[in-house]
């Protein structure tokens, strides 16, 4: 199994930028530093499905941003700094069964009225928290989801 893990430094034998290190089971863990890490992260996310009016809708911060010539575009921005803010890409289903029963705490939340429902949940706290919307969700997919 392949883990990557941020480093801030690590002297490599190897070259500066990864090492491999054995751990006790015999498998291989590889370290990385930060810079790398982003990278490698950063190009997986232009792989990933992106909505991009529903981005800006959602997003009304990046359409000044872009205007500023900050940003090329609403995707640039969610490459760049969305998905490190905890921003979602599109609009994400959640299945409501799914997640109050994986997540009973949120049954809490909606009757002391911190948020409706669970859809309401997932998009003011859940997704920020890293709950899944549904069972198996992954951004990174080849297709819509």
């Excluded at 981005?55 to 009304?60: H, S, V």
Aim: proline content about 4%; glycine content about 6%.
């Amino acid at each position: 199994m392949l883990a990557l893990k941020k480093s801030k430094k690590f002297p490599s034998r190897i070259n500066k930028n990864l090492a491999i290190q054995r751990v006790s089971d015999g498998a291989r863990e590889y370290v990385i530093v930060d810079e790398v890490y982003s990278e490698i992260v950063r190009f997986a996310l232009k792989q990933v499905y992106f909505d991009e009016k529903w981005y800006l809708d959602t997003y009304q911060d990046v359409n000044d941003a872009i205007k500023e010539g900050i940003f090329l575009n609403a995707k640039d921005h969610f490459v760049e700094h969305g998905y490190f803010e905890g921003r979602l890409p599109y609009k994400v289903p959640v299945d409501e069964k799914f997640y109050l029963s994986k997540y009973p705490d949120v049954m809490i939340a909606i009757r002391s009225g911190a948020c409706k429902n669970a859809n309401d949940h997932f998009y003011i706290y859940g997704s920020q928290e890293g709950r899944l919307p549904y069972e198996g969700f992954t951004l990174f997919r080849i297709n819509r989801p």
